[in-house]
């Protein structure tokens, strides 16, 4: 989508770590100051903070493909 949009190289890169990144830690902390689901959002967090790192490696090197 985001070379579609015409997004290239630097910019293209920056795109895919900013929407590959993991939930924030403060959501966490949030929620339970809040009180709700503090579980549910630490499970959130853990989640996202596993499937980033191999779909941020993964995005980056078909986007190197791309860009080269």
């Not at 895919?16 to 924030?24: E, Q």
């Not at 830690?25 to 959002?41: K, R, T, W």
């Amino acid at each position: 989508l985001g070379v579609a949009l015409g997004f290239r190289q630097d910019a293209l890169i920056a795109l895919l770590v900013m929407t590959g990144t993991p939930s924030a830690v403060s959501s966490y902390i949030m929620a339970e100051n809040m009180g709700n689901d503090g579980q549910l959002a630490c499970g959130i967090v853990a989640v996202t903070t596993l499937l980033s790192a191999v779909t941020v490696i993964s995005l980056l090197r078909k986007t190197r493909t791309i860009i080269l």
